[in-house]
């Protein structure tokens, strides 16, 4: 009993000796516990920035039931590496340098948050002083801390106002310079030229609604960029701030135990939180796909209409919308259950934690801190809980900010892929569902070989395969040539290849071999069955893709295109539908004639070297046609027609005939020939329908010859 009572009293001893020590020692013990705090801080926002947070563990990936996928495997949608690299080549875009406007806007933004904490630290101090001075009864004390605080609301009021208008200033800026550097990828303001907007729909199927991409996407990722900072650094900040002022408070060891038990729960939140980054990818895709089965539906609309396919539309665009709402209710609920949990661990577990830390001045006698005056501890204590929650409130919005990153992942990967596949597409690497021929041996190495083109003031084809996109090969070798004012007539079945042979001489589809010279693409101007007329004035309809002024440039005046519109039979166009500067949805005021002859008369006014003619004369009358052809050969334009109109035979002089069948011929036409030929053929044709008849007809005269013999 002896021994143990000696080793209570030597414990007891050794543990006043320690807390003596500690006494003597406790600022560097606090320096050393708030430097711990600030690594812990740093490890965290590493942690959670480097994609170690929320449902990083389960490698989030999402692609679209149509696209979405590179190389056959679905896009990963995630907070780690692969997301920095997409963001840094974006950032590089749309922060092109510290001189920029962007960095300008993001230093101004970062000043109004420093400032707007200072403001707070000073708020939290003065509620702590209007709460001491209602406790002492100090009436005057009280007024003129009611009078700082509507004096400290001017700044801050004002902190707030900018800085929301700054953060909307720089999602403005960030979408303006990737919308810019997409179009020009996708237009060609660069002067490549390689027809980007026609390839990446036509001839690759990764992405299948660019114009989405484009509009919603690049806004959505630019308005989550930019909050995304707001989001990050101002409660960082905080996060250093309040709990640095509140340790000098409450003590650094209050700090530290509030710290372990945050992380604790913090644990737990991180392994229940969904992959919301997957999700946003997702719901972007699924609105994607559901905008794109409506574009179709305009687009095809009078076909849809004639063969009453309203109800097989009706539950198409239901599926892609039902898919949408499936999702958006799986992703609701999860954000419900997440959103409860969160709430209570961030604002209720922890607001508990703290109230119990600024408690601490009240029950415990801290070394150099003087409690006796209940104002004193009044003023402490509510000064301590409003940066407790403040503080709180910072870490609340960093773990909130994973929810933000994993958003901002979800809209990188949807910009990040259209312009991945842009540049895939501009080296030449496209990924085109193939049919089944397209795999046999001989069919695979053409596919993977490759042409040479060379500018020319000619048209020659020397072994030329021609191929579509799917890897239909139309035609093995086509060999022939074609000079300056040597028209040529194309003919043959439905696709057999006579529209693909002019997306070869246009630039639009790949030379898989052989060699191509050709004019360049300027040289060149299409006419097809259905033209295209722009949105804008009469005259734009005329000039496209001329402007006003460089029409003019050239000397061309509305008289001018007056007397153009003439040749066609179309100048009184001008007074019915009000001068050259009415606008209006022309596709819809002009007949389908009056379209074609539209687009006869926008090639009069270009007057280029060769006209491509697909079936571009078949809704005018033959006397039109005919004058419209006339006034091409005497513009001295070569024309490259595709037609099956027998009349227009007679403005050509080489013939190329497919047969359908893989095979072709190519020489000199003699209409005259051709068309006897023809006569003689229909001729034939109607005699040969008649021998049926006639042989009927002769079974019943021998059966009534017999008839009457007997």
Known sequence: MVVFSSLRSREKEQWKNLVKFYAANRPYFQRGLRVAFLVYVLVAIVHIATGSGPSSRRGASVSSRKGGKRDGKPQRVAVDDVFYKRLSKILRIVIPGIKSKEAL????????????????????????????????????????????????AIPATWTNSWLSYIQSKLALAYRTRLTQAVIGQYLGDDGAGDKMYYKISNLDDRIKNPDQMITHDIQQFSSSLAAIYANVAKPVLDMFIYNYQLSQNVG?????VLTVLMQGSTVLLRALSPSFGAHTAMSAQLVGSFRHTHSRLNEFAEEIAFLEGEETEKLLLEREYGGIMKHENYVLKARWWHGCFEEWIVKWLWGSFGLGICAIPTFFKLPGVSSSDLGIRTQGFVTNRRLLLSGSDAMGRVLYSWKDLQDLAGYTARVSEL????????????????????????????????????????????????????????????????????????????????????????????????????????????????????????????????????????????????????????????????GWDAVREWRDSLSGGDKQKMAWARLFYHNPKYAILDEATSLVPPDMEGMMMDNATRLGITLLTVSHRPSLWKYHHMILHYDGQGGYVFTKLDAEKRLAMQEEKQTLETKLQEVPKMKARLAELEEAVRDGAM
């Not at 650094?252 to 530290?256: C, I, N, P, V, Y």
């Open 105 to 152: 806007l993001l230093c101004m933004h970062s000043s109004l948050l420093i400032f707007r904490t200072a403001i707070s630290l000073y708020v939290a101090g003065l509620d702590g002083k209007i709460v001491a001075s209602l406790v002492r009864a100090r009436p005057l004390e009280f007024f003129f801390n009611i009078l700082r605080w509507l004096l400290v």
């Open 419 to 578: 312009m991945d596949t842009m540049s895939d597409i501009r080296t030449g690497n496209f990924k085109k569902s193939l049919i089944a021929s397209a795999s046999q041996e001989e069919n695979v190495k053409l596919l993977q070989s490759r042409g040479k083109v060379f500018e020319s003031e000619e048209i020659k084809f020397e072994g030329v395969p021609i191929v579509t996109p799917n890897g239909d090969v139309l035609v093995r070798s086509l060999s022939f040539h074609v000079k300056r004012g040597q028209h040529l007539l194309i003919v043959g079945p439905n696709g057999c290849g006579k529209s693909s042979l002019f997306r070869i001489l246009g630039g639009l589809w790949t030379v898989y071999g052989g060699v191509v010279h050709k004019p360049p693409p300027k040289d060149f101007l299409l006419i097809p069955q259905r033209p295209y007329l722009c949105l804008g004035t009469l005259r734009d309809q005329v000039i496209y893709p001329h402007s006003k002024a460089e029409m003019e440039n050239r000397g061309t005046t509305d008289g001018d295109l007056l007397r153009i519109l003439s040749l066609v039979q179309m100048d009184g166009v001008v007074e019915r539908e009000g």
């Open 252 to 256: 650094a060891e209050g700090l530290f």
